[in-house]
C-alpha cells in the first residue's frame, strides 16, 4: 500500500521557472491538500480538494495552482517561481468528515528558488 | 477564521520522565477534531493521537495522553516514560466539520535527554 505518493524529492529551481509537484494517493480518499513548511515553522494550507473537479484556496495561495481531475492525483503548479517559494511542501489526504478524518502525508518535496 | 497556537518553540526532557507539550486553538464552531502529529527528522508526518470534541472523555494511546478543555479551547498532549524516539518536532492541528481545512499550529520541539 503506497499512500500518498510525492514526486520529486528534491528540487531547484531557478527564478521565473515554474514546475508541477505531483502527489497521488491509492486510499480512495476524497479530500486532499497542499501545504508548505518553512524552514522552522509550521504547515501553512496552500490549497485543497474535497473532491474531484472540486479545490478551493488555503491560508497561502499567491503564486500556486492546483487540479483535480481524479480522485487520486492532486498535482501542485508553481508558476513563475520565487525565492519565496523556498519551502518544503507536502501533500495529504484523508476521508470526508466521519470517525476516519486522520490525514495521511506524503513524504514531502524540498523545493529551493535561486 | 481558525487560529492553532503552540507556545512553547521548544522543550525538553529527560528519559523516563514526563512531559507536556500545549495548545490552544481559537474557533467559533462546536464540533471539530483536534490532532497531535509527530515529525521526526525524516520530515515524515505521523498521527500522535485524536479527539473528538464532543467527547468529554480525554483521548489515550499508549505512553501519549491528552488534556482537552474545551471550555478553555485547550489541547495539550502529555507524553509519559519519555524515549529516546520521541525527539521530533509536535504539531497541534484542528479540523472542523464544516470548511474541511486541516490547520496547525507552528510546532514544539521536543529534545529528550538520555
Known amino acids: 500500500n503506497a499512500g500518498v505518493t510525492q514526486t520529486p524529492k528534491f528540487r531547484i529551481l531557478k527564478i521565473g521557472q515554474s514546475m508541477t509537484l505531483q502527489c497521488t494517493q491509492d486510499?480512495?480518499?476524497?479530500?486532499m491538500y497542499w501545504y508548505r513548511q518553512d524552514p522552522g515553522m509550521g504547515l501553512k494550507l496552500i490549497y485543497y480538494?474535497?473532491?474531484?473537479?472540486?479545490?478551493d484556496k488555503g491560508e497561502v495561495p499567491n503564486g500556486y495552482n492546483v487540479s483535480r481531475s481524479t480522485t487520486e492525483d492532486f498535482p501542485l503548479r508553481l508558476e513563475l517561481a520565487a525565492p519565496s517559494q523556498t519551502s518544503v511542501y507536502f501533500c495529504?489526504?484523508?476521508?470526508?468528515?466521519?470517525?476516519?478524518?486522520?490525514?495521511?502525508f506524503g513524504q514531502g518535496t524540498r523545493l529551493t528558488v535561486v | 477564521a481558525q487560529t492553532v497556537t503552540q507556545s512553547q518553540p521548544e522543550m525538553s526532557v529527560q528519559e523516563a520522565e514526563t512531559v507536556t507539550l500545549s495548545c490552544t486553538y481559537d474557533?467559533?464552531?462546536?464540533?471539530?477534531?483536534l490532532f497531535w502529529y509527530k515529525q521526526p527528522p525524516s520530515r515524515q508526518m505521523i498521527l500522535v493521537i485524536r479527539?473528538?470534541?464532543?467527547?468529554?472523555q480525554n483521548a489515550t494511546e499508549n505512553r501519549f495522553s491528552v488534556n482537552f478543555q474545551k471550555a478553555a479551547k485547550s489541547f495539550s498532549l502529555k507524553i509519559s516514560d519519555s524515549q529516546l524516539g520521541d525527539a521530533a518536532m509536535y504539531f497541534c492541528?484542528?479540523?472542523?466539520?464544516?470548511?474541511?481545512?486541516?490547520?496547525f499550529g507552528t510546532g514544539t520541539r521536543l529534545q529528550v535527554f538520555p
Open positions: 495529504a489526504s484523508s476521508f470526508s468528515r466521519g470517525v476516519n478524518t486522520e490525514a495521511f
Open positions: 486510499m480512495n480518499h476524497n479530500y
Open positions: 480538494s474535497v473532491g474531484a473537479g472540486i479545490t
Open positions: 474557533t467559533s464552531e462546536s464540533d471539530y477534531y
Open positions: 479527539q473528538e470534541a464532543y467527547k468529554q
Open positions: 492541528a484542528y479540523r472542523t466539520y464544516n470548511t474541511d481545512k486541516l490547520i
